[in-house]
């Protein structure tokens, strides 16, 4: 008889125990739950993003070469005494709302393939944009349209005013293209602010 009492009493403990044990958790719990907090924030991330293109529209390097100048043309079907080329830049905004003016800067650099040097000495190189001299202190602005499109049509041309005396010369123009702000200076992308203040701590 005592065994059994003394087991029911037991049990009774362990039961209340369990009881404690789980009031107590869902005590703690409650209290912990109510000075922690969550909220979700919605972040709107970039979907399309600008691009910018050159493309060749024309020109007739392709298909005539280079005459310098003191030379008479005895061929006009095959030489000229000017080599042009046409390009357009456009810039498509692709839904980006962009309201910074954009400039169009343009450089001219040869590659004479170490064929010959001082490639500066022989030619010269004029630089059109919509019919306009173009002009490093005065770049030309792209505008966008309503679709967000924006293009300016460059013309090349190149004269050589020298005879290369070199063996076989070959040359390579090499147009540099880039928007840039209204003080010519690039655009960079976004200043890794939280990354900086990360690495001044460590």
Do not use: W
């Not at 962009?98 to 490639?119: A, E, G, R």
């Not at 050589?160 to 040359?171: A, D, F, G, H, W």
Request: proline share 4%; aromatic share 8%.
């Amino acid at each position: 008889m005592n065994k059994k009492i003394k087991n029911k009493n037991k049990i009774l403990t362990i039961i209340t125990i369990i009881i404690a044990i789980f009031f107590t958790t869902t005590s703690i719990f409650a209290l912990t739950n109510y000075f922690s907090k969550q909220r979700k924030e919605k972040i709107q991330l970039m979907n399309n993003l600008p691009f910018f293109t050159i493309e060749r529209t024309g020109g007739n390097n392709e298909d005539k070469t280079l005459l310098p100048i003191p030379i008479p043309n005895l061929n006009e079907q095959k030489y000229n005494h000017l080599i042009t080329i046409e390009h357009e830049a456009t810039l498509n905004s692709d839904g980006m709302d962009i309201n910074v003016p954009l400039y169009l800067k343009i450089s001219t650099k040869y590659d004479t393939l170490q064929t010959f040097t001082n490639p500066e000495k022989y030619l010269n190189v004029g630089l059109k944009v919509d019919n306009n001299d173009y002009n490093d202190t005065k770049r030309p602005q792209i505008r966008l349209n309503d679709k967000g499109i924006g293009s300016l049509k460059i013309q090349i041309s190149i004269e050589q005013k020298e005879i290369i005396t070199n063996k076989n010369p070959q040359l390579e123009l090499i147009c540099d293209y880039e928007l840039v702000d209204s003080q010519g200076k690039a655009f960079d992308g976004g200043s890794q602010t939280i990354e900086n203040k990360i690495s001044n701590l460590s």
